[in-house]
């Protein structure tokens, strides 16, 4: 069994193989894409936190440290055990891990102002094995501050940019390797094969890791930790806890395993149903709809600020479960909670206090507590990635369809229905005309509320994000750039924030909206072409069209990051035709905000 750090659920003792390669953590996102790349080159892959004893490492067949934000001379940046460096395993430092090595090793870094970010060309001066069968002049991705300024004794180089002197090294006699650049990502060309001639050539991994193959050792261990009792779940329509549950229920059969779905009244339309279906299709006799519609409704009448609404949403999730939980056989010794975590919300593998947030906000719930302290709790897919897990969600029988669905977030369209207490005037300036809604925006690590500014668009769409990008980075009086694609009533001078609540007509009108949106995208198959596209309602018009719409498609790999993405004109057009057919539309907008500054939602 594993050594480096434990994964909280025990599951990795029959679920997976001893890890081959070990990720020395040293910086959160980064982190999870090299072991998610080495994982897809079929090696199973773990992460542990940078300084792990060297003791603990011994038996892996390589060790990658990771790249990270930090500089080796700021006090407190991640550091690890140098004694990892002679215990005779191949080590391949990224980035920081480059200069993490170059700095502990004897070579010198130095301190750079200003950095390198984006595309640049690596030369080769020595192939080496890590280079081998690469180009001689290669396209790779580079994101640092600091460089590596002398090679460590022992180190040869082996390419460089034009102004990174050191992008590589090599001291093939200790086998030990040190690339600044970020071979993880897809716009490093050669990347993939500089990661196989690691993995392979130098280190002699042997695949062994495919996640299908596991759904057998799954179940069993499913079987073993819920030791003749029975599990439940509460479950959202999402990938995550829908395949756990699914693997639970073929570990387990029907009549053991129990599905609650919570229905907030929040929800896009028909998605209560679809769900229902989609279970029943699995074969489970044990799902349950809690019908929450008043409850949630009601508590959140006549509230407009956004974070007030979101403190509600949760609140009422933790009464609801409570109430499930008091009200069925749950707590009794014969049940055990399943649950949907994943790999990257392990808090072992540098889950982000935020992916705690989402995930587990029901983890305040007393029940579960007590549950969680009796340790009656399963998390069948802690040890998986996303794209794994659909993987698995494939073999399990569920629709490809469902599996890739976009993210939906849990407190569903409350945060995408933006209230005013107030009748507000828009206000012209030279760019446009700055619109009082209050919508949230990331500047540094806090969300903050600002008013948006709605440009006078050009004619291309190139033009209108260049002005987009150009103006929002010239001011914080405003966290989004919206344009105005077509309007029921105006000129826009007329137009006004509108007194507006979170009422059931409003709720309507966005589900309208929104049920218009995604069967144009399914249609078109542009929703395949993007990560996420939310539909917002703001209170922007007039006496008769109180509300407009904003659109928001975006690119993004994990939603920490996101950019706006431009549509075919052919289907907007006809979006904006069938969109402004909804009783009480005035306009529909666009949004050409990047994150940062502009979150994905509105609030
Ligand atoms: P933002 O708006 O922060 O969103 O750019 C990033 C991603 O997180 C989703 N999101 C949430 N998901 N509960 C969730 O389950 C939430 O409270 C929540 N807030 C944002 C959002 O949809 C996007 O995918």
Request: proline share 6%; with cysteine.
């Amino acid at each position: 069994m594993s050594l480096a750090a434990p994964v909280s659920d025990t599951a990795r003792i029959t679920t997976a193989p001893d890890p081959q390669v070990t990720v020395l953590d040293a910086g959160g996102q980064y982190c999870h894409l090299i072991t998610r790349k080495v994982r897809d080159l079929g090696v199973y892959a773990e992460i542990a936190p940078s300084e792990t004893p060297a003791a603990n490492l011994i038996g892996r067949k390589a060790i990658i440290i990771s790249g990270g934000p930090s500089s080796v001379y700021e006090s407190g940046s991640p550091t690890m055990d140098p004694a990892v460096f002679s215990l005779g395993i191949p080590v391949l430092g990224i980035c920081y891990g480059h200069q993490l090595m170059a700095y502990l090793l004897g070579g010198q870094v130095d301190k750079g102002d200003r950095g390198e970010y984006g595309f640049a060309h690596l030369d080769v001066a020595e192939y080496g094995p890590l280079l081998a069968g690469t180009g001689a002049r290669q396209q790779i991705w580079m994101s640092h501050r600091d460089v590596v300024g002398a090679v460590p004794p022992g180190f040869e180089l082996l390419a460089s940019t034009d102004t990174c002197g050191i992008a590589a090294m090599a001291d093939d006699a200790r086998k030990l390797y040190g690339v600044q650049f970020h071979p993880e990502v897809a716009h490093t060309v050669w990347g993939r094969n500089i990661l196989t001639n690691f993995l392979f050539g130098i280190a002699g991994c042997q695949t062994d890791w495919n996640p299908k193959d596991r759904i057998p050792a799954i179940e069993a261990r499913i079987r073993d930790v819920a030791a003749g009792r029975n599990i439940f779940f509460f479950v959202s329509g999402g990938v995550d806890s829908t395949v756990a549950y699914t693997l639970c229920l073929k570990a387990l059969g029907a009549e053991r395993v129990r599905g609650l779905y919570v229905d907030t009244g929040l929800m896009r339309e028909g998605e209560t149903e679809y769900v229902r279906e989609l279970f029943a299709s699995l074969g489970s006799s044990g799902f349950a709809v809690e019908d929450a519609q008043e409850r949630f409704l009601g508590a959140l009448e006549g509230v407009v600020e956004p974070e007030q609404k979101r403190g509600i949403i949760g609140q009422k999730f933790v009464d609801v479960q409570e109430g499930i939980l008091q009200s069925g056989p749950f707590l009794d010794g014969r049940w055990i909670l399943g649950q949907g975590t994943i790999y990257p919300d392990t808090i072992e593998s540098g889950g982000t206090a935020k992916a705690d947030l989402i995930k587990t906000h029901h983890n305040r719930v007393a029940g579960i507590q007590r549950l969680i302290e009796e340790n009656r709790i399963i998390e069948p897919l802690s040890l998986f990635y996303k794209d794994e897990v659909r993987e698995i969600g494939e073999e399990l029988g569920i629709p490809a369809e469902f599996l890739h669905r976009h993210p939906f977030p849990g407190p569903g369209l409350a945060i995408r229905c933006l209230c005013s207490e107030a009748e507000l005037p828009i206000q012209e300036i030279s760019d446009g005309w700055i619109v009082p809604v209050h919508s949230v925006g990331v500047q540094g690590d806090s969300r903050s509320y600002r008013p948006v500014l709605l440009m006078s668009g050009r004619a291309n769409w190139e033009a209108n994000y260049l002005d987009a990008t150009r103006l929002i980075n010239s001011t914080t009086a405003y966290n989004r750039v919206v344009l105005m694609t077509a309007a029921n009533d105006g000129p826009v001078p007329e137009l006004y924030v509108t007194r507006s609540a979170l009422t059931a007509e409003r709720l309507d009108r966005l589900r309208a909206a929104d049920a218009i949106v995604r069967r144009l995208c399914h249609e078109s198959g542009f929703e395949g072409q993007v990560w996420q596209f939310p539909a917002i309602l703001i209170p922007f018009g007039t006496a008769r069209y109180p509300d407009s719409v904003v659109l928001r498609p975006v690119h993004s790999v994990d939603g920490m990051t996101a950019q706006s993405v431009g549509m075919p004109d052919a289907l907007l057009l006809q979006m904006n035709q069938e969109l402004l057919k909804v009783p009480g539309l005035c306009a529909v907008l666009y949004d050409l905000t990047h994150k940062p500054p502009g979150t994905i939602e509105w609030e």
